[in-house]
């Protein structure tokens, strides 16, 4: 890999450690208020709306600088939403905030893959990223857990700096403070990511305009056989790993007494098993044969339904590691797959782009359904069944559907073949 992957790797680690441990410190701020228990997922709900919301904008903003560039502005937003909790503004609000950064880093992040390095080498660097981001969610969701603990927190509530912190009154409120510094280093690493010398052609800004050619673009990819399959893939399962999330923790409190900070430290836990799945896919499955790891997310499904039969601590963690590592085994080339249809299709940002517009709408749409089941009192165990038995049926659907897709003619000897257009490069 060249050296300024490792820049980009470095600047993503630290932005999503940081947003990680922001959720779970927003949650302990919704107890600390004393909020409805259905208003924790909206919490997700909030920060992802500015994915579909600024997608037909975004993209041709990432393409318009440098991504260095973009990332380093977009996660100087994200500082600003987490200042906002921290001097009082609603959870909601102020992690809103964060999703717009976030919303903006995203097309940056992965579009300068495709401008810094070949398509073979696609998965492998999908691999790396998607592994060190579940990592920093690990890390993330670990240390947001550790920061609002008693004991830690205690400490932090301590701490006097002259002239800026006079002291601190809550846990959540310690917590953020240090979360900060998780976007203050990002932000170092971002101001050293080398310029690719990709340039596109010169981006609309017309609202109208730039809406219609996202629509344009969002017509173009769907319609691709591959493309519809890995997009199709990629927006089942970010949907259904936002809601995981919140269900773990509550599948934690009911099924095995555990605390807010003990069930972020399992949720993190399940990440590890999406780490070490990506990181196997990035070595063994090649791009041309990304479409064969289809039949593990109906596996996924069926695991998850068995997470109903646990009560004991270590097979609960046995358990979600294998839901991770099936998980992280059969997104990783999908999602590699759909960027290198994307920039061979449209340019890097704008795929990222509708990517992130088609995941977010799925997630925005499965929160909404898992906050309306919890605020209808339905049981942790009806939900998880709900919850596999429809990505099970999900995935089966996409299989079929490839497989139609596959009889007309050969649509996976496309992979790899094409050339992107519409780049300009300068060096």
């Known amino acids: 890999m060249k050296p300024g992957f490792y820049t980009i790797m470095a600047a993503q680690f630290f932005s999503s450690l940081a947003d990680n441990a922001l959720l779970i410190a927003a949650i302990a701020l919704l107890f600390q208020i004393q909020s409805p228990e259905w208003m924790t997922p909206l919490l997700k709900l909030f920060f992802v709306v500015s994915y579909v919301v600024l997608a037909p904008f975004v993209g041709?903003?990432?393409d318009t600088l440098p991504k260095g560039k973009v990332m380093f502005i977009t996660n100087a937003i994200k500082v600003i939403g987490c200042l906002m909790m921290f001097f009082g503004f609603h959870p909601l609000v102020s992690y809103a905030v964060v999703g717009f950064g976030a919303a903006a880093?995203?097309?940056?992040?992965?579009?300068?893959?495709?401008?810094?390095?070949?398509?073979?080498?696609?998965?492998?660097?999908?691999?790396?990223?998607?592994g060190l981001t579940v990592?920093?969610?690990?890390?993330?969701?670990?240390?947001?857990?550790?920061?609002?603990?008693?004991?830690?927190?205690q400490h932090l509530m301590q701490m006097h700096i002259p002239g800026i912190i006079e002291g601190m009154k809550t846990p959540a409120e310690a917590a953020i403070f240090v979360i900060t510094f998780g976007y203050l280093i990002a932000a170092v690493f971002n101001l050293n990511?080398?310029?690719?010398?990709?340039?596109?052609e010169p981006q609309l800004n017309h609202p109208i305009i730039m809406t219609r050619k996202f629509f344009g673009c969002f017509k173009r990819l769907w319609s691709d056989k591959l493309g519809q399959i890995s997009l199709a893939v990629t927006t089942l399962f970010w949907g259904a790993g936002a809601t995981l999330q919140f269900i773990v923790l509550k599948w934690a409190e009911a099924a095995l007494g555990l605390s807010l900070d003990k069930g972020a430290m399992l949720q993190g836990i399940c990440a590890f098993g999406v780490a070490g799945g990506a990181i196997i896919a990035a070595?063994?499955?090649?791009?041309?044969?990304?479409?064969?790891?289809?039949?593990?997310?109906?596996?996924?499904?069926?695991?998850?339904?068995?997470?109903?039969?646990?009560h004991n601590l270590t097979v609960a963690v046995v358990l979600i590691i294998i839901i991770g590592g099936l998980s992280g085994f059969f997104v990783v080339p999908m999602n590699a797959l759909l960027q290198h249809r994307g920039h061979v299709l449209m340019s890097a940002g704008r795929s990222i782009a509708i990517?992130?517009?088609?995941?977010n709408i799925s997630v925005l749409t499965m929160l909404g359904i898992y906050a309306l089941l919890i605020s209808?009192?339905?049981?942790?165990?009806?939900?998880?069944?709900?919850?596999?038995?429809?990505v099970m049926a999900a995935m089966f659907l996409v299989i079929v559907w490839h497989r139609h897709n596959q009889s007309l003619y050969d649509v996976e000897a496309q992979i790899g073949e094409e050339r992107p257009v519409g780049i300009q490069t300068q060096r």
Not at 135 to 152: E, N, W
Not at 193 to 200: E, F, H, K, L, V
Request: charged share 10%; proline share 6%; aromatic share 8%.
């Open 60 to 62: 041709g903003f990432a």
């Open 105 to 130: 880093y995203s097309p940056a992040k992965y579009g300068i893959l495709t401008e810094l390095l070949p398509h073979d080498k696609l998965v492998a660097a999908n691999g790396w990223i998607e």
């Open 135 to 153: 990592l920093s969610i690990i890390l993330g969701t670990m240390l947001g857990g550790f920061l609002i603990s008693p004991s830690t927190a």
């Open 193 to 200: 990511i080398p310029d690719t010398g990709a340039r596109y």
């Open 283 to 310: 070595k063994i499955i090649p791009l041309k044969k990304s479409m064969r790891v289809l039949p593990m997310g109906i596996a996924m499904g069926l695991v998850c339904m068995l997470m109903t039969q646990v």
């Open 355 to 359: 990517q992130n517009f088609n995941e």
């Open 376 to 390: 209808l009192n339905v049981h942790v165990n009806t939900v998880i069944l709900m919850f596999g038995g429809f």
